[in-house]
């Protein structure tokens, strides 16, 4: 999957995305309309429960 995000304030833009919408295989999320990922809901809510792990970030990379 492929995401490509267009600034549709031109009049030019927004025509782009019209066509896009008429295309079996294009599915467009209106950025105001965009429904999330269920699956990355729950792995925040998931991680907003666990404990915060204080890390030493001179090891950091060892």
């Known amino acids: 999957m492929t995401t490509i995000v267009i600034d549709t304030r031109s009049k030019e833009a927004q025509r782009l995305v019209e066509y896009l919408k008429t295309i ?6 209106d ?16 991680r907003e429960k666990q404990e915060a792990v204080k890390m030493d970030i001179k090891n950091l990379w060892k």
């Open 31 to 46: 950025s105001e309309n965009a429904e999330p990922d269920e699956a990355f809901v729950e792995k925040i809510k998931t």
């Open 24 to 29: 079996k295989y294009v599915k467009v999320l």
